[in-house]
């Protein structure tokens, strides 16, 4: 089965703990990346990959840090969570080029940052 | 600045009737216009799209219509039925083969028996 998985789904965790949300596919995609959903903010792109080794920064890229090591991994790194990065997380994967409607969501993680 | 607004955070509609979800967007460079459902729990899955060089596009009891020079696009669902309901993202980006998606605030429809 398609799909996308993600790791932990919920989370609470203390301000300053560094932690890692793991995404994983297995639809050979080239294309990843993290989102963010907030109350009234609707989902905010954090990081994206083109490919592996290649990352680039969305639009509120601040306090994460990502890698793609291998095509299937795009592991979301906190290194100093603090309460505004309290949120829903969404890792998503596409085909590179093709059409974006193909784009398939993880299920979310829900981290809370005390 | 939010270029992708869904100015109803929620809306509440009898079983069978029709349900109107609508956006707004700011950058008249957007392409391509999806609507994504999203139910508690899960992550988003793609509803239906839309190209600019369109205005309707249907699929089954569910129609996007876009109106360029208003920057205005809807989602009508004919009958609603109570398993439409969920939240709804419209999103947009620079073109079908773009990845980069801007998604609005989303829309919280309820479908009453």
């Known amino acids: 089965e398609a799909q996308v998985t993600q790791n932990p789904r919920y989370l609470i965790t203390v301000t300053g703990k560094k932690l890692t949300v793991t995404c994983s596919q297995n639809m050979n995609h080239e294309y990843m990346s993290w989102y963010r959903q907030d109350p009234g903010l609707g989902l905010r792109q954090i990081y994206y990959s083109m490919n592996v080794e290649v990352t680039d920064k969305g639009d509120v890229p601040e306090g994460y840090k990502v890698s793609r090591k291998e095509k299937r991994n795009f592991p979301l790194i906190l290194e100093s969570p603090s309460p505004n990065q309290t949120s829903l997380y969404f890792c998503?994967?596409?085909?590179?080029?093709?059409?974006?409607?193909?784009?398939?969501f993880g299920p979310g993680t829900r981290l809370t940052v005390l | 600045d939010q270029q992708v607004k869904q100015n109803s955070p929620s809306l509440s509609v009898q079983e069978g009737r029709i349900s109107i979800l609508n956006c707004d967007y700011t950058?008249?460079?957007?392409?391509?216009f999806l609507w994504y459902k999203k139910y508690p729990a899960e992550g988003p899955t793609f509803l239906i799209s839309?190209?600019?060089?369109?205005d309707k596009n249907e699929d089954g009891r569910f129609t996007v219509f876009l109106n360029k020079s208003a920057k205005h696009l809807s989602l009508h669902i004919v009958p609603s039925q109570p398993g439409d309901s969920a939240v709804y993202f419209c999103?947009?980006?620079?073109?079908?083969?773009?990845?980069?998606?801007?998604f609005g605030t989303g829309t919280r429809l309820t479908i009453i028996p």
């Open positions: 950058n008249s460079m957007f392409d391509y």
């Open positions: 839309i190209s600019s060089i369109k």
């Open positions: 998503a994967s596409t085909f590179s080029g093709t059409r974006i409607d193909t784009q398939y």
């Open positions: 999103a947009a980006s620079l073109g079908s083969g773009n990845e980069k998606l801007t």
